[in-house]
């Protein structure tokens, strides 16, 4: 169940009202980097939490509702960029040929679908798609999955905060963004309190592992290239059950591709 409280999360204000700006927030909403996707996420996350687990389904439950009051937050932000906007704003965001390229396409379902307002959409008029969302039913596969869907999502404002000059738009921006901080925090955090999390699904009995190729590194070049020794190529995995290896990948060798390189070219003439 949920409740809605008739105010906004963080206060939003535009000073000078940016139709192209919108279009470009509309990412933040719909997009694969978005509200929508981190909303559903979390959300479809708890509901496959066991009951023994209340406490994992609770932070993504509450996650998942402030996740909604940020959409509320972009929506606003759209409309308020598009309503009132003029028509010499337009002609100065084409100054810069980069960012004329990028919004010569406009957005005219803004105004020819919704009147002037947000819409469940990505930048380009995409519609959201539930494709975006991970729900896996194991807690530490969607942990991982949540860090990167925080990272982008912050990449993705910090984005939106380097092409507005709107002083109202940065300050929305910088409160999503502080929040794209804890909350990529918060899923590491959660993950700590998991006592077995690498390999997922950790409940497969490893030993039922190809223990050859397990724990190594497989290098993929045609010709034969020696240890680079990084860290993910020697010394001890980060799970601590084994040490990491170097080898090359199994199956044809050099001299098998050469002779079948050579088989075609023959039969090709």
């Known amino acids: 169940m949920f409740f809605h409280e008739n ?45 023994e687990k209340q406490e994992y389904r609770n932070l993504l439950m509450e996650t998942a509702v402030e996740e909604l009051g940020h959409i509320e937050m972009l929506a606003t932000a759209v409309t308020k960029n598009l309503e009132g906007a003029r028509d010499e704003q337009i002609e100065d965001a084409r100054e810069d040929p980069v960012i004329a390229a ?9 105004a ?10 990505d930048s380009n008029g995409v ?40 002083p109202g738009m940065e300050h929305m921006l910088e409160y999503l963004i502080a929040r794209d901080t ?7 955090a959660a993950l700590e309190t998991m006592d077995d999390h690498i390999p997922v699904p950790a409940s497969f009995p490893q030993e ?8 190594q590194f497989m290098s993929t070049f045609k010709e034969e290239h020696s240890n680079p020794r990084q860290r993910w190529t020697e010394g001890e ?26 088989e075609m070219y023959n039969e090709a003439n």
């Open 237 to 262: 995995s980060i799970d601590g059950k084994s040490e990491f290896s170097y080898g090359r990948q199994p199956g044809i060798d050099t001299a098998d591709i050469e002779e079948m390189i050579d």
């Open 102 to 110: 990028m919004l010569d396409g406009g957005q005219p379902r803004q």
């Open 7 to 51: 105010s906004l999360q963080y206060e939003v204000e535009v000073e000078q009202p940016d139709p192209y700006f919108a279009k470009m927030l509309q990412q933040a909403i719909g997009g694969a980097e978005g509200e929508m996707r981190v909303a559903l996420q979390y959300m479809f996350q708890a509901f496959a939490v066991p009951q």
């Open 127 to 166: 519609p959201f798609s539930g494709g975006y969302v991970v729900a896996s039913g194991n807690l530490a596969a969607d942990m991982y999955a949540n860090v990167m869907a925080e990272s982008t999502g912050r990449l993705l404002a910090t984005r939106l905060y380097e092409i507005t000059d709107d």
């Open 208 to 215: 039922k592992e190809n223990q050859d190729v397990n724990y």
């Open 112 to 121: 020819l679908s919704a009147g002037l307002h947000a819409m469940p959409v």
């Open 182 to 188: 804890m909350h990529q925090n918060q899923w590491h």
